[in-house]
């Protein structure tokens, strides 16, 4: 019998591997799936004059964890608390995110609307539905994947980014994207702002650590079950546990990264690379796809960067790392907690708050 999770058997008639056809047949579903579950989003206008302008960050009504999501919700709270009129805009009433904490401002799209002294902020998978909007809309796009920015209209998209006169900036999360976007768009207005783990849920802790190794299966699913198939065909897991983390709360996937030792990180183009970043910040040895936004923090001093694809590179310092934690059952924690000192110290709350400042602020004040 297949395992759960496994996903669909669709052979092309010689061998236990699907067909092209049968491949793209599931993906084409699945993305009617995913359309019917979370349709695109609607912008509410309005032609009335507000009297307190309000920054409105539009954000998919989406249950489970997205990392993206929770940054959005901080963006908010930080223009809130420094006295800019902000709020997530959600199309359900009563809709929130629920598997973090926060009191954050949230509005629905059937109670508000967007007025000309607002500004609309999009993320990178809705440019295209700007595009569609009176050209006089002041808005900016908060792009946290450089690598999805043409995914949906490409051409309509980089007409908008190019000419459109409502557009009043791009905001990065990493390095990597802003050298990206600035490579596409160099008259683009382009601030990069720094994203934060908050310390009460992400440290290394002081329980036992198990002899667990994470991976997530939103990301990379297919490759971390040939990296596991790797090392169980060579033995080398031993007394190690694979544990998928995936559908849990903040506070209980902050909780398993503290029990364990080594993360698998198989994400192939990442804007940033939230989880990753979790993870060290826990104590954990990371080893994986850096995805490019990961570079500036997956350091080889205490983590095993790998370039993006390379599977066998990926089980053969996964092992490495299990052969030297058993011959030093310290060996995975030191570098973890300098791991984590470094993305505490780098990654804080109060870096991302006044880098978050910083840039809206600038770009606000070109409309």
């Known amino acids: 019998m297949r395992a759960a999770g496994q996903g669909p058997i669709a052979t092309g008639g010689g061998g236990g591997r ?16 995913a359309r019917y579950r979370y349709p695109r989003p609607t912008i509410p206008l309005s032609g009335r004059v507000s009297e307190l302008p309000t920054v409105y960050f539009l954000a998919a009504d989406f249950r489970r964890p997205a990392g993206g999501l929770r940054v959005i919700y901080r963006h908010v709270d930080v223009l809130n608390e420094a006295g800019i009129s902000s709020a997530v805009l959600h199309q359900r009433p009563g809709f929130r995110c629920d598997w973090f904490e926060n009191n954050t401002r949230v509005v629905d799209a059937r109670s508000v609307g967007i007025g000309p002294r607002d500004v609309l902020v999009v993320s990178e998978l809705d440019t295209d539905l700007v595009a569609s909007l009176p050209r006089t809309v002041r808005h900016l796009v908060l792009n946290q994947s450089g690598h999805l920015t ?24 990493s390095e990597h994207s802003a050298e990206l976007m600035t490579y596409a768009y160099p008259q683009l207005a382009i601030r990069r702002v720094w994203n934060s783990v908050d310390p009460r849920l992400f440290h290394p802790g002081s329980a036992e650590r198990e002899r667990t190794i994470v991976y997530f299966p939103r990301r990379g699913r297919d490759d971390a ?20 983390l995936d559908g849990l709360s903040q506070r209980e996937f902050a909780a398993a990264l503290r ?5 698998l990180n ?18 954990n040895y990371v080893v994986g796809y850096h995805g490019f936004g990961g570079r500036e923090f ?15 590179e990926v089980a053969r310092a996964a092992e490495q790392a299990i052969i030297a934690n058993d011959e030093d059952r310290d060996w995975c924690m030191a570098r973890g907690r300098e791991a984590s000192a470094f ?4 990654y804080s709350s109060e870096h991302e708050r006044d880098s978050v400042l910083t840039a809206y602020r600038d770009l606000l004040g070109r409309g």
């Open 298 to 312: 997956l350091l080889p001093r205490f983590s095993s960067p790998i370039e993006t694809g390379d599977v066998l």
């Open 343 to 346: 993305v505490l110290g780098r």
């Open 225 to 244: 079950r040939q990296v596991l198939s790797l090392l169980h065909s060579r033995r080398a897991l031993r007394e190690w546990r694979p544990q998928a």
């Open 150 to 173: 043409w995914k949906r209209e490409p051409e309509l998209v980089t007409e908008h980014y190019r000419s459109s006169t409502g557009l009043l900036g791009m905001i990065v999360v």
């Open 266 to 283: 198989l994400s192939y183009q990442e804007g940033f690379g939230l989880p990753a970043l979790e993870a060290m910040a826990c104590g």
């Open 18 to 33: 699907p067909s092209k056809l049968a491949r793209r047949i599931f993906w084409q579903a699945e993305s009617l799936a």
């Open 259 to 263: 029990s364990s030792q080594i993360v």
